[in-house]
């Protein structure tokens, strides 16, 4: 998956309050810039979010417009993948 990509799917699960577009802009977020959940599970190869920000809706409706618009089949599925994963309460980034 493209790290653009799940920067932003994180971004609107927890709230984050300032756009990253790049590595160099993660450098300049304080703590505050991050966003909250409930819960966060982190390991080496997966991350849990538990208690999703209202900014997941706004998110799901742009994948959702994303993947009506695609042709690939491929790159669709990688779309459905993502809507799958923000849906719910529980992110697995």
Excluded: C, W
């Amino acid at each position: 998956m493209d790290p653009d990509a799940m920067i932003g799917d994180v971004a609107a699960f927890t709230g984050m309050k300032k756009e990253v577009r790049s590595n160099s802009d993660l450098a300049e977020l304080t703590l505050a810039d991050l966003g909250t959940v409930k819960r966060a599970i982190v390991s080496r190869d997966l991350s849990q979010f538990i208690g999703a920000s209202s900014s997941v809706r706004e998110r799901l409706e742009h994948l959702k417009y994303m993947k009506s618009e695609e042709t690939d089949k491929e790159y669709k599925q990688l779309l459905q993948d993502r809507i799958d994963r923000l849906r719910g309460k529980l992110g697995i980034i």
